[in-house]
């Protein structure tokens, strides 16, 4: 039984009693007092003894109305128990969980980083000004790079969109139980912490997106970046090809050996 419905019972039982008390006490009362002696005895006064009667129904009338006030009082403080009880439910630590292994998987981007000062140095120099006086050998070597990065790129936005996909089981489990809470939720305050922990979901399958648009928008940047570079190593490759007195000696053919 609810500590509130067990004590509105005890001050129900305690108040009807204290009236049981009150009207045997005018009953006894009134005789004495308003009793006339004769030669044979206690002479009966009606008069009195309907006052006495009168008296009695207001007072339990009185009593009454305070056991009406007392229980209307009691199912207050029920509501509003009712009302301040938590939900029993929590998926806060699993969407925490899912939040952290998306920002353990762009933590591990391969190549250049999502970091801004990462980005200004590694960049910079592998796209933005790359070395076009080197040796054939040096720029073979830094197309390779370059390409290297792109294909982790992809590789790093694969990834992140599986952990994505990884997380719609345990989203669609959070939401099927907090739908369930809500709807069997008892007072206001669990009514609302369903709501919350609602919008805590949706806020953990934005991370996830913004994650996933994230690693693809970085991949194409830096294959449109390596794109970029290979033009202009391809132009610096095709000039020296073609400068003046380059000696293109052509072997001389020979079908057979000797």
Known sequence: MHPFLKRRRICKVFIAGSALLILSATATMAGPAHAQFGLGGIVHDPTNYAQNVLTAARTLEQINNQIRM??????????????????????LEPLQQQIRQ??????????????????????????????????????????????????????????????????????????????????????????????????ALQSQQLTDLIASIAAMGRAQSLEAAN????????????????????????????????
Do not use: C, H
């Not at 969109?161 to 069997?184: D, K, P, T």
């Not at 095709?238 to 052509?250: D, I, M, S, T, W």
């Open 102 to 199: 998306t920002q353990q998987l762009l933590a591990r981007a391969q190549g250049i980083a999502l970091d801004v000062q990462a980005i200004e140095r590694d960049f910079g120099r592998k796209y933005r000004t790359i070395d076009l006086s080197g040796s054939q050998r040096d720029m073979v070597r830094q197309a390779q790079d370059r390409w290297n990065d792109s294909v982790a790129a992809f590789e790093d936005a694969l990834k992140i969109q599986s952990g994505a996909v990884r997380n719609i089981e345990g989203s669609r489990s959070a939401i099927e139980s907090l739908v369930s809470a809500s709807q069997s939720s008892t007072g206001a305050l669990q009514a609302a912490q369903a709501g919350n922990q609602l919008l």
């Open 227 to 258: 794109s970029a570079a290979a033009k202009a190593q391809a132009r610096e490759q095709l000039r020296r090809f073609l400068a003046p007195g380059r000696r293109n000696a052509a072997a001389s053919p020979q079908l057979f050996r000797n």
């Open 70 to 91: 007392l229980q209307n009082q009691a199912s207050e403080l029920v509501n509003q128990a009712r009302n301040l009880e938590t939900l029993p439910l929590s998926v």
